[in-house]
């Protein structure tokens, strides 16, 4: 009887294996270290202290920063150090960027190293899968009303 049964639980387990569902992806270099920044819009003179900000790996060094979210926007400036060494603000979705075989409609907003804000595909940053969102950033949430909250932060538009 002991036999029967611990054989009838190992086959339920092999079968509850095989209908589980599949793993989601999920990114494995977030960014990090929440720290604070004030920042300032360079067009308004708008001041925003103590606003949030993290740490997110790059997997190379000379990253291009855009003028917008599309890889068809002017480069503004560059992210000179890879890995650790730079802070985004926060991530919006915008057209897609390939980089080879790496994709990403994801991308994060950050001042390039000459003081010109914009956005870094996050193509370029370690971790997740292609069009994958990083899990460390965030959407600039209750920014994305309209007509009821403040205009957007220069750092989301």
Do not use: I
């Not at 949030?52 to 190379?60: D, G, I």
């Not at 001042?111 to 292609?130: I, K, L, S, T």
């Amino acid at each position: 009887m002991k036999r029967g049964l611990a054989t009838a639980a190992l086959v339920l387990a092999g079968l509850a294996g095989l209908v589980a569902p599949a793993a989601h992806a999920v990114d494995n270099v977030p960014c990090h270290s929440p720290t604070t920044r004030d920042l300032t819009d360079p067009l308004s003179g708008h001041h925003w202290p103590g606003r949030e900000v993290r740490f997110c790996n790059l997997t190379r060094g000379h990253v291009p920063v855009y003028a917008g979210r599309s890889p068809g926007a002017s480069v503004v400036g560059y992210l000179e150090q890879g890995g650790a060494a730079n802070w985004f603000v926060t991530e919006m979705r915008g057209e897609t960027f390939r980089d080879g075989s790496a994709e990403n409609h994801w991308w994060g907003s950050t001042m390039a190293d000459n003081g010109r804000w914009g956005w870094v595909p996050e193509v370029y940053f370690a971790g997740g899968e292609n069009n994958e969102d990083d899990a460390g950033l965030f959407e600039p949430g209750g920014y994305t009303c309209a007509n009821v909250c403040a205009p957007l932060p220069f750092w989301a538009r």
